[in-house]
């Protein structure tokens, strides 16, 4: 493979995970993805949530992560289980 310089395009299909928060009863994963996005010149950052446990049944597959918050700002972070597990928090510039 030949070398060639880092392009804006590199830089803006890194991902960056951060603040992984495991629920109470262990079944979920709460953390943060930070993207850029070149369209509005700026970092976004939203909360995403993964099952710790494989989906599918009997065709064992990886869990998918979802997307758990959308705002317009795209600056969410600090994700943190209720004790129950049935609520997140998180703090947001909505």
Same mark, same amino acid.
């Given at each position: 493979?030949?070398? *060639?310089?880092?392009? %804006? &395009? @590199?830089? +803006? *299909?890194? =991902?960056? %995970?951060? @603040?992984?928060?495991?629920?109470? &009863?262990?079944? *979920? %994963? /709460?953390?943060?993805?930070? #993207? ?5 010149? *700026?970092?976004?950052?939203? $909360?995403?949530? $993964?099952?710790?446990? /494989?989906? !599918?049944?009997? +065709?064992?597959?990886?869990? #998918? ?6 705002? +317009?700002? !795209?600056?969410?972070?600090?994700? =943190?289980?209720?004790? @129950?597990?049935? =609520?997140?928090?998180? %703090?947001?510039? =909505?």
């Amino acid at each position: 493979m030949e070398k *060639r310089p880092t392009t %804006i &395009d @590199d830089l +803006a *299909r890194l =991902r960056q %995970i951060g @603040d992984p928060q495991i629920s109470p &009863d262990g079944t *979920r %994963i /709460a953390f943060t993805l930070k #993207t850029i996005n070149l369209d509005k010149n *700026r970092y976004e950052t939203h $909360v995403w949530i $993964v099952s710790t446990t /494989a989906e !599918g049944g009997a +065709a064992i597959a990886p869990p #998918t992560p979802r997307q758990w918050t959308f705002s +317009a700002k !795209g600056n969410e972070s600090t994700p =943190r289980w209720s004790p @129950d597990g049935k =609520r997140l928090a998180f %703090i947001s510039e =909505r």
